[in-house]
Nanobody, 113 residues
Framework: VQLQASGGGLVQAGGSLRLSCKAS???????????ITWYRQAPGKQRELVAT???????SYADAVKGRFTISRDNAKKTVYLQMNPLKPEDTAVYYCNLGMYWGQGTLVTVSS
């Protein structure tokens, strides 16, 4: 199983980005029944949970991003998205997606003030 994260970049505070996490090497039923989580790790800090979407599309968010980020999934495309806006400088981090024991390679989000 491979998770390919993409969509990161440099954006000004108040801007938006949409991250994608595409799974390959996993059958549809396994993907659609899995809970998928976005994590992030800022420089010098521990990795932290950002948002989770369960198999029934139930979502949960860290307090720091609640009301600003939205996680969604397209099971047919085996892809999970993280819509982020408005972004703040403290959102700067490498963002990782996770499905069970599998991790994506991370995508860097940099928010300038």
């Amino acid at each position: 199983v491979q998770l390919q994260a993409s969509g990161g970049g440099l954006v000004q505070a108040g801007g938006s980005l949409r991250l994608s996490c595409k799974a390959s090497g996993v059958i549809f039923s396994v993907f659609s029944m899995g809970d998928i989580t976005w994590y992030r790790q800022a420089p010098g800090k521990q990795r932290e949970l950002v948002a989770t979407i369960a198999r029934g599309a139930t979502t949960s968010y860290a307090d720091a991003v609640k009301g600003r980020f939205t996680i969604s999934r397209d099971n047919a495309k085996k892809t999970v998205y993280l819509q982020m806006n408005p972004l703040k400088p403290e959102d700067t981090a490498v963002y990782y997606c996770n499905l069970g024991m599998y991790w994506g390679q991370g995508t860097l989000v940099t928010v300038s003030s």
